[in-house]
């Protein structure tokens, strides 16, 4: 990739500062949030038990934080490597990170509330344990004790003292750093200082450091001990694959909105796309697939019982489609589409890859976090009788509450990150490498 001279925007220009028309937006999408919160109580009041409507919360909100986990590690990138190409799309990416600094009220509270209730759940047991089964030790005993005995040597990690600490962690971690990123390139617009943009480069080295750990045991913690038995060194980076493919295309899809309704002309171009793209089909796709295929042909390859029951339980009954739904979905029909430098320059196209690409993503998550693995899996000596047993096991994926929770969570990330747009500039003007992603070409 070079630089090559062209018209540079008007930096007087309104369509690069947030207005009213934002503010309408950030409006309407907090309004079906709340809309979308009203309706998946009342249905869940009226027919979900407490350990669904558990775990629907969830998994949309492990999807909604992948959405900012992206975009931060998209912005540390973009620092790191001093790309002059990705100034144009960064403030938008700041946005959606910046959104970490309230995620935590979505996923941490809830969690301390059902830790600090001391509430009993019929069947799961107690506090935490409704959703984590690990947390309640003597249920677990008592229900499952194959599986209690393979859980009680991982106990110095898995209790749920330490469960909460380390979530605290993660949440601290990832608000601050967000916070500071985003703070330092606000201060820049105002100052122009371009010591800041090689502060912003060194601080973003450890910090990668910190995303890579805190997303990988945040993974272990929130999804891979919902199967407490089952475990693989792999799933971390599986994890951080799919914050890509979520995280870059929420971005690009931001991008592509703002220009619909008028903003970053002579910004943002096809050039940039063609970039955002490229990097959708590099994370999100090739080395998710990758990270995906080294996990599954590892773990059955190598026959362990203890591991293979997790991919068992994905390929009986209705989950056996979802998971060939995400070898087409996620990977094989997306590989093709965005492969074309066309497909990726056309807002149209571009707008629909990203689209699928969030579908799928979200999927991906339903995929890790519902399924649930058969308590007498162990007992059958063939996979056809195992298919059999459970081939009415039903994926839950068509129940309501999937969809107005997504829509809740979905919504206030976009309200508030419209809001965020609407309050400032909406491109990062005086980084000193403004001019140079203005005149960035493909060759």
Not at 186 to 203: E, I, N, V
Not at 312 to 328: E, K, N, P, T, Y
Not at 400 to 428: E, I, Q, W
Request: net charge positive; charged share 10%.
């Amino acid at each position: 990739m070079a630089s090559t001279f062209a018209p540079t925007a008007d930096l007087s220009d309104r369509s690069l500062l947030g207005d009213s028309r934002l503010v309408r937006v950030s409006q309407i999408a907090l309004v079906v949030a709340f809309a979308c919160a009203l309706g998946a109580g009342i249905f869940a009041a009226r027919n979900v038990d407490a350990h669904t409507i558990a775990m629907v919360w969830l998994q949309n909100g492990i999807f909604v934080l992948t959405l900012s986990l992206g975009s931060l590690f998209f912005l540390l990138v973009q620092h790191i490597t001093s790309a002059g190409w990705g100034i144009a799309v960064r403030r938008v990416a700041e946005a959606h990170a910046a959104n970490l600094r309230w995620l935590w009220i979505v996923l941490l509270l809830p969690m301390l509330w059902l830790h600090f209730s001391h509430r009993e759940w019929a069947g799961y047991g107690h506090g935490l344990a409704l959703i984590w089964p690990w947390a309640d030790p003597t249920h677990l005993a008592a229900a499952h004790p194959a599986e209690a005995s393979i859980v009680a040597a991982k106990s110095a990690y898995l209790n749920t003292q330490f469960f909460l600490i380390r979530a605290v962690v993660y949440f601290a971690l990832w608000a601050g750093i967000a916070h500071w990123f985003v703070s330092t390139s606000r201060a820049q617009d105002a100052s122009g200082d371009p010591a800041l943009s090689r502060k912003m480069r060194t601080f973003a080295a450890p910090a990668l450091i910190v995303y890579a750990l805190t997303t990988t045991f945040a993974a272990f913690d929130w999804i891979m001990s919902l199967s407490p038995a089952w475990f693989s060194t792999m799933f971390g980076v599986y994890f951080f694959a799919g914050t890509c493919a979520g995280g870059f295309s929420i971005v690009a899809f931001t991008c592509l909105r703002l220009q619909s309704l008028g903003y970053l002309r002579g910004v943002i171009t096809g050039e940039h796309y063609q970039d955002l793209g490229k990097m959708i089909w590099a994370f999100g796709i090739v080395f998710w697939a990758y990270i995906a295929f080294s996990q599954y042909m590892l773990i059955w390859y190598g026959n362990l019982p203890e591991e293979t029951v997790w991919f068992l339980a994905r390929q009986i009954g209705d989950w056996s489609w979802v998971s060939v739904a995400l070898l087409f979905g996620h990977f094989i029909i997306p590989f093709v589409f965005f492969i074309s430098r066309w497909t990726k320059r056309w807002k149209a196209t571009l707008a629909f890859g990203c689209i699928w690409m969030l579908a799928f993503a979200w999927l991906d998550i339903y995929w890790l976090v519902m399924p649930v693995v058969p308590a007498d899996v162990a007992t059958f000596t063939t996979y056809d009788a195992l298919s059999a047993a459970y081939e009415g096991t039903k994926s839950g994926l068509s129940n309501p509450l999937n969809f107005l929770m997504l829509g809740a969570l979905l919504g206030l990330n976009v309200g508030l990150t419209t809001r965020r747009l609407s309050k400032g500039s909406l491109v990062c003007r005086r980084d000193p490498r403004f001019d140079e992603s203005l005149r960035f070409e493909n060759i």
